[in-house]
């Protein structure tokens, strides 16, 4: 499982991001956001994966190193086991910035009955319903992203309860 493989506790709260690594995408903003759901949920930690420039990569390896939770925060490149990620995450962000069309991560892991928070960039609110099966932020609010995401790792039966909402809207 992902939380061995990181050498984390069992039950370990994982916030997930799905997300090649270029500005747009949000890496520096979702690392301040979990500065402040540390603060409530000291035990959580962030898993950012994906593709992207050697570049782009250290760029978000230094805001990692720097960040005062920076031994929350584990980043990865390329992976290829995705649906057993989104089955170990406790949820899945995407707090793109902007030029976000889709957002297929969150299609994978409304598959995967996982909750979503996004920002309302792009086709993100068209694919989550705010409420219902996730939460749409503003794309600029950390603090309302930070604590969207306390929401959800606070509260089991919401986070389940999203979870179907956005599987089921999947399957629709």
């Keep these: 499982s992902l939380v061995a493989e990181l050498g984390l506790s069992p039950g370990t709260p994982i916030v997930l991001m799905l997300a090649v690594y270029e500005s747009r995408k949000g890496h520096d903003f979702i690392i301040r956001a979990m500065e ?8 959580a930690v962030l898993v950012i994966c994906g593709d992207g ?33 989104l089955v170990d995450a406790t949820l899945l962000v995407l707090p793109s910035q902007r030029n976000e069309s889709f957002g297929y991560a969150v299609l994978e892991a409304m598959a ?9 960039v792009g086709g993100l609110p068209e ?24 929401v959800l790792l ?16 999947y399957l629709d």
């Design 154 to 169: 606070q509260d089991k039966h919401l986070r389940h309860k999203m979870g179907r909402r956005g599987c089921q809207r």
């Design 127 to 150: 694919v989550v319903e705010h409420g219902w099966n996730g939460f749409v932020v503003g794309h600029r609010d950390v603090k309302n992203f930070a604590e969207s995401i306390v």
């Design 53 to 85: 420039t050697t570049e782009e990569f250290e760029r978000v390896k230094f805001l990692q190193e720097t960040s005062s939770v920076s031994k929350h925060i584990f980043l990865e490149k390329h992976r290829s086991d995705v649906g057993k990620m």
């Design 36 to 43: 402040c759901v540390n603060r409530e949920v000291p035990s």
């Design 112 to 120: 995967c009955a996982c909750p979503v928070v996004v920002t309302d």
